[in-house]
């Protein structure tokens, strides 16, 4: 198991570093701004290009990067949607609020989606399931910016019960901040809430069919006390891991769900971060290395959740 764990971190690193340093070859093509053009603050951005290394060789310029970017948490200043601010503390700044909306999202979507699954399954092949397959089918394939858009229209402005945008200020858990944030969670958490319960109907029908259940009813046990003890409880070692892979995936999901909603998060900051008339090549890497990570870290976890879940599991095992 040790050994496996080292082999997956040292296999996550390696596909980082080429992600990270494909999108740094691939900025530092693009023409950089003058320094003339940002006046009174010109003078900052000269001396902070020159600790990076602006006006050296890309495999000199990408040595530093690694040293005072990666290795010491240095990555400059903002050259254009903050001019002169520090990148790392303007990401900071903008976590809480991409936090919030997702853990909001995952403690609505968890419950309803392990529900609407488990429903599903006890009522295999009757109306109930077919009905919960069709509408999990549809919300799987539908984007989120989709149901964004149809959430708005129906909630925000037809029947006016929430806000178009989240209520501006710093206080995330307030009750107004809460009832902003309602139309985001519902359109962030329409496709976690489909995929868990179409996932938690396939493992809980599979358990519910296998020749140990039937060996329990023929001892006694009734279809309640068997799906309790037996069927849920080992259904949810393969759910479980999903879950955690959803928590930590769901952040990388949210940039558009941020944008449409205006969120002060960290989604809409990459995305400006490239859509700007001159992109800030600062912010557009430290962003990179973040999204990359979530996505590299929600994939590990969720494998090596599965030992630590159930300990028969040995991953890694070659018997």
Known sequence: MVKYVIKRILLMLMVFMIIISMCFVLVKLLPNKPAEQFGKDMAVIEMRRELLGYNKPIIEQYWIFIQRSLIGGDWGISETLYIGQDVWEKFMEKM???ITVN???MLFAVPIGLALGIYAALKKNKWQDHVISTGVMIFVSVPSYVYAFLVQYFLCFKLKWFPFQMAAGYD???WETFVSLVPAIISLG???VAGLARYTRAEL???????????ARTKGLSRAQTTVRHALRNSMVPIFPMILGEFIGIIGGSLIIEQIFGIPGVGPLYIASITAATPDYNFFMLLSAFYTLVGLSSGILVDLSYGFIDPRIRMGSKK
């Not at 029908?205 to 060996?215: A, I, P, Q």
């Open 96 to 98: 809480p609020a991409t």
């Open 172 to 174: 995330y858990l307030s």
């Open 103 to 105: 853990v909001y999202t």
């Open 190 to 192: 329409f496709g976690t």
């Open 205 to 215: 029908t599979e358990v519910l069919t296998s020749d140990y259940l039937l060996l």
